[in-house]
């Protein structure tokens, strides 16, 4: 029927494994707690609040203590023509009673909310899925807006799955019609329709959803007893509805987790957070330059709300001028911050550069999606490893880190504001979409355990002179903020003389400038952490060695391999540049190196340069992230 | 202001130990002495002081001024400046650039810093001409001007800086001319002025667009060829002989001659430096090659400037909320986990 579909039929043996019904092999059940997992994707029409019914089924996933992962999926186009395929938004959910590291292979449970959301989303849905559909939505205008030329409920199309029919959009009429809601307002509380159904579905309480409802419309309180009357007659309609068979309640235990506090969070808000704390770890102000650019801007977003935490913000005229800022801050003093996505980061490119010749504390986060060019602005990829490591003119070395995760981009976030601020340089946090958009639960860590890491500004001159390029035992020069007397010098973007910093072209004063600056972003290594195995043993017959967000398939794909007892490990990277100093040793002890990766082989040419070893691609560049059975698929020819 | 700012300074206290390297009989050279026999008047203090510069000949100033400098990218010092002031708006912050620097490659920079007014001074140094580069037409250049770009005469018309930065929102625009006397008053009237202070400075490259003002910066011709206003004056020139007086008809300047003195009867308009519309008129009075053109401060009329307004609104934002860290990463709806964890 569809490419989807094909794609799936390939991994088609095991496609159990993400979903509640999967039965372990001996080994897999010794090895693990029974597994109950299950992956509910909402798909309607972008103006159907898919998103927000996802996160607040996501919120209340979270608060009956399920681990969870989840996928925004949406189109670029803020309101796409209605019912249409290319105005299909969609959000994934898998959650579980175990350790859930990815959004799930293949749906469960599918809800679409129309026929183009069930066309663009049922070739994903697992054999013998549910789908429950909304069939008010399924008139003929609609259907051929989707390219249907039969209703697919009718016509037998969707037999391969058990499917659901009901007129939601009706029984939402019905429910809300006491509050008197015009047509269009009425119809927009399907989606809390829907949502009662699945809480109903997924036994999970109502409470916290209609108290979020009642904040939300505190100043319509018509619009928020109607939703909530929405959302109790959805979750009715589940509990009395006299449909036999495939609507059924299931209850997913709590997952087993560390004792401690919880909270969901998207990578947007744990990087936000992880800078503010970075920033007050160095007892440094921030600046943060943004230009809005998805999937960027909601850092932007959340910093400009944090004023108490001595964080300006500046929306800047344009990319360059964001970065621009950043670094005028950065000499005045505070630590300049700036974000973008792919595009946005190339724009910054030269400006990065003055950053590393004027040896400025700086960080850039890029929140990578699909390239080149505008490419795919919603969608995930990580192709933008060779512009973190590479990019810029000259030798411009700077440290880069990614972040794995919504939670990891915290510590990641941190990391960098403590690179940046000690070793006077530049630094890139790479994320990319799926972190960003992502919500995933995290054990709010305890402050009190971060060693602070206070920045020592030079305020008066040291013995032996100032010597504005002068360098400590790291390398990094001296910050000093203009207003301090005494110490009064000019930096610029000119190659600096070792030592005076003044204009100075000599062949010999480059070459040593040169190895200056390499030598300072290489020394980085000796302050990081060694590489660690992330799963299993440090010598083998294969390792997977991935970066950022395909942290969670690969992770799973491994775990499930060793279940079955190959010999397979993982190795995960959070700082890319300068690589671990251990690294290259490490992975000489496996016979092969896959690098999966969401472009087409980036990481891969960094470990080949810099170790000489075979690592071998595995690559995806569909915007879409990583399935765990493609990755276990490759572990298998690899292993065969 | 903190006492430091009383102490006096002399010019050499401005002056730095780097070989200034333009080329000789440069204008940017009499621009740097104007600035830094300006200083010690402005009574302020080098170490608060801080220059800004993106790429181009004018953009080595910060190199010779003993302050603390930042020699930036190409057009994005005023990008840069905005940081640093909002960074730290105790500093004195002046922004040197060029026609190439602020109106082409930086012009969506410059527009932006004068819209929002932060408070600095913008010298911009016009020689009509890519310098550096060694000779290409720039954006002020005028049609017709042969460069190595355009060796059959450059085609597309020239920017007004001033009109710019009159468009663009500045609360301060002035002319000045890199060897002229009134230059030093101009600066300090720019600096003077709390807010995005727009200098435009005619200024003679020597090598490759020698001569190009010579039709009114020459001693012969400057009477007149150059109108030079001040606040509250008659706008005359020619030693009084001659002043502008407004066509009300056609809505426009003209020349008027006035005789002995009498100005009020010949029609000679009072200069009001807070007047927008008359501001753009006298920036765009331009009869002929020859000038007259119009000189000093055109246009002042403060308001809040950008930086003040940002750290108002932060200190607002901020005010009675404390700040714990644990608490902020705590918030939204949480959950507690009390048991121990299985053994995975």
Known sequence: MTGNEEGNDKYRGDLGMATAVHELTPKEANAHPPAEAIVVRFAGDSGDGMQLTGGQFTLSTALAGNDLATFPDFPAEIRAPQGTLFGVSAFQINFGSTAIETAGDAPDVLIAMNPAA????????????????????????????????????????????????????????????????????????????????????????????????????????????????????????????????????????????????????????????????????????????????????????????????????FQAEDEIAAIAAAIGASYAGQLGVTSSSGPGIALKGEAMGLA????????????????????????????????????????????????????????????????????????????????????????????????????????????????????????????????????????GGIEKAVDTGHIDYAPANHQAMTDLRRAKVDGVADHIPEQEVTLGEAKGRLVLVGWGSTFGPIHQAVRRQRAKGRDVHHVHIRHIWPLPRNLGDLLKGYDKIIVPEMNTGQLKTVLRDQYLVDARPLNKVSGQPFRIAEIEAAIEEALA | MNEMTSIPTSPKDWETDQEVRWCPGCGDYAILKAVQRTMPELGVRPENTVFVSGIGCSSRFPYYMETYGFHTIHGRAPAVATGVKLANPELDVWIITGDGDALSIGGNHTMHLLRRNLDCQVLLFNN??????????????????????????????????????????????????????????????????????????????????????????????????????????????????????????????????VVDGDWKGAGVIVHDQTNHGLAQMLIDFAPGEGGPVVLGVIYNHPRPTFERAVVEQNAAAAAGKARDLQKLISKGQTWQVEKQPHTM
């Open chain 1, 356 to 491: 590393v010749m004027t040896e400025l504390p700086l960080v850039i986060v890029n929140s990578q999606r699909g390239g080149p060019s505008t490419g795919l602005p919603t969608k995930t990829e990580q192709s933008d490893l060779y512009q973190a490591v590479y990019g810029r003119n000259g030798d411009a070395p700077l440290p880069v880190i990614a972040a794995r995760s919504p939670a990891d981009a915290f510590d990641c976030a941190i990391e960098a504001v403590r690179i940046a601020t000690q070793f006077m340089t530049p630094v890139i946090l790479l994320t990319d979409g799926y972190i960003a958009n992502a919500a995933e639960p995290w054990k709010v860590p305890d402050m009190s355990g971060y060693a602070p890491f206070p920045v020592q500004y030079l305020e008066s001159v040291p013995e032996g002179g100032f010597k504005p390029y002068g360098r400590d035992e790291k390398l990094a020069r001296p910050w000093v903020k203009p207003g301090t007397p005494g110490l009064i010098h000019r930096i």
């Open chain 2, 128 to 257: 009509e001409i890519y310098g550096l580069t060694k000779g290409q037409y720039s954006p002020t250049s005028r049609v017709g001007t042969r460069s190595p770009s355009t060796p059959f005469g450059s085609v597309d018309r020239p920017a007004s800086p001033c009109s710019f930065a009159l468009g663009s929102g500045a609360r301060f625009v002035a002319r000045g001319i890199d060897t002229h006397k009134n230059l030093p008053a101009v600066l300090k009237a720019a600096h003077a002025h709390k807010g995005a202070s727009f200098v435009e400075i005619y200024q003679n490259c020597i090598v490759y667009n020698d001569g190009v003002f010579d039709p009114f910066t020459e001693k012969k011709a400057a009477p007149e060829s150059q109108i030079w206003v001040e606040h509250g004056e008659p706008v005359l020139f020619a030693g009084g002989a001659k002043g502008l007086a407004m066509d009300g008809e056609a809505l426009r300047l003209r020349i008027v001659d």
């Open chain 1, 118 to 313: 069930l066309k663009s989303n049922v070739g994903a849905l697992k054999p013998g899925g549910l789908i429950i559909a909304d069939e008010g939505e399924f008139g003929v205008r609609n259907l051929a807006k989707a390219g249907y030329e039969a209703s697919p409920l009718e016509d037998g199309s969707l037999a391969r799955w058990q499917v659901l029919s009901f007129n939601i959009s009706q029984l939402t009429l019905d429910a809300v019609k006491p509050f008197g809601l015009g047509n269009k307002e009425a119809l927009r509380c399907k989606n809390m329709w829907t949502l009662g159904l699945a809480l109903w579905m997924f036994d999970r309480d109502r409470e916290p959803l209609i108290q979020w409802l009642k904040e939300k419309f505190a100043k319509a309180p018509t619009l928020a007893e109607a939703n909530i009357a929405a959302l109790n007659a959805g979750h009715a309609f589940g509990e009395t509805a006299e449909i036999s068979g495939p609507l059924k309640q299931h209850h997913i235990a709590a997952a087993p987790a560390e004792p401690g506090l919880y909270r969901t969070i998207t990578g947007a808000e744990s990087i936000s957070l992880g800078l503010v704390a970075g920033a007050q770890l160095a007892g440094v102000k921030m600046f943060f330059g943004g230009y809005p650019i998805t999937p960027a801007s909601a850092i932007l977003h959340h910093l400009s709300r944090l004023k108490e935490y001595e964080v300006t913000t």
